[in-house]
């Protein structure tokens, strides 16, 4: 009867270590095997000419300049609704 309850033991032993091992990769930031390498990545972007790679700044920094006024109409709307909010409110 002893060897069955060494066997337990031995069983719980490499059950425990088990979870040990999968709790420590969870947390265990040395464990992940990210891919780190000094190799430069590489796409396969098609050649652009300098004037198509010219609209292309152009298209976006227009993009960009749109997204900024709609940002600060919407900034400005805000704070005026604010302001006669408060003043709708205190007076």
């Not at 719980?12 to 969870?26: C, F, I, V």
């Not at 265990?28 to 891919?35: E, F, Q, R, T, V």
């Not at 227009?62 to 205190?90: H, P, S």
Request: proline content about 1%.
């Amino acid at each position: 009867m002893a060897h069955g309850i060494l066997h337990q033991f031995k069983a719980a032993l490499e059950r425990r270590q088990a979870r040990k091992d999968q709790n420590d990769g969870k947390f265990n930031k040395s464990k992940l095997d990210y891919n780190t390498s000094d190799a430069k990545t590489e796409f396969d972007f098609p050649e652009l000419s300098e004037t198509d790679m010219e609209t292309l700044k152009e298209k976006i920094r227009a993009d960009i300049r749109v997204g900024k006024r709609k940002d600060f109409i919407l900034v400005l709307f805000v704070f005026g609704l604010l302001t006669i909010l408060f003043l709708f409110f205190t007076l």
